[in-house]
């Protein structure tokens, strides 16, 4: 699915944590300007360096018409590693997306994606098992 040395946005450590998890959630802007957050399925694209979201009926969703409007997104993937020691991991994602509608469709798949594109990412707790939890240091950088 993913492959840590053809990506130049994303470290290996990111890569794997993404590849190792299936939810994210996925903030857009609506019309009249207030946000929306959706739990979402994603994996990331090594051919374009982006995370493609997929879903039943997308093309239909309220998010995937927040998208085309306006391609403003924030995608979050995070999970508590463990509660003794408190370890938290968060990829944190913001960027642009595309609406991507192509013509081939199946059942209850319509091929819709949104696909965003990274311009900035904040990782936190992703290979740092060994350091004290309040050590911890967000990697923050822009991408795009």
């Known amino acids: 699915?993913?492959?840590?040395?053809?990506?130049?946005?994303?470290t290996s450590q990111e890569l794997r944590?993404?590849?190792g998890q299936r939810l994210g959630r996925l903030?857009?802007?609506q019309r009249n300007g207030t946000l929306q957050n959706s739990p979402v399925g994603f994996h990331y694209n090594d051919d374009?360096?982006?995370?493609?979201?997929?879903?039943?009926?997308m093309a239909g969703s309220q998010k995937f018409r927040n998208v085309a409007a306006n391609g403003k997104v924030a995608f979050?993937?995070?999970?508590?590693?463990?509660?003794?020691?408190?370890?938290?991991?968060?990829l944190e994602i913001r960027g642009y997306a595309e609406a991507v509608d192509p013509p081939e469709r199946r059942a209850g798949v319509d091929g819709a994606?949104?696909?965003?594109?990274?311009?900035?990412?904040?990782?936190?707790?992703?290979?740092?098992?060994?350091?004290?939890?309040?050590?911890?240091?967000?990697?923050?950088?822009?991408v795009g």
């Open 27 to 29: 903030a857009t802007v």
């Open 113 to 142: 994606i949104i696909r965003i594109h990274p311009t900035r990412i904040i990782s936190f707790g992703l290979d740092d098992a060994d350091v004290d939890p309040h050590d911890l240091v967000a990697d923050r950088r822009d």
């Open 48 to 57: 374009t360096e982006t995370i493609d979201i997929i879903g039943f009926d």
């Open 1 to 10: 699915m993913t492959s840590a040395a053809s990506s130049t946005r994303f």
């Open 76 to 90: 979050v993937v995070d999970d508590v590693r463990s509660v003794r020691p408190w370890r938290v991991r968060c």
């Open 17 to 19: 944590y993404l590849a």
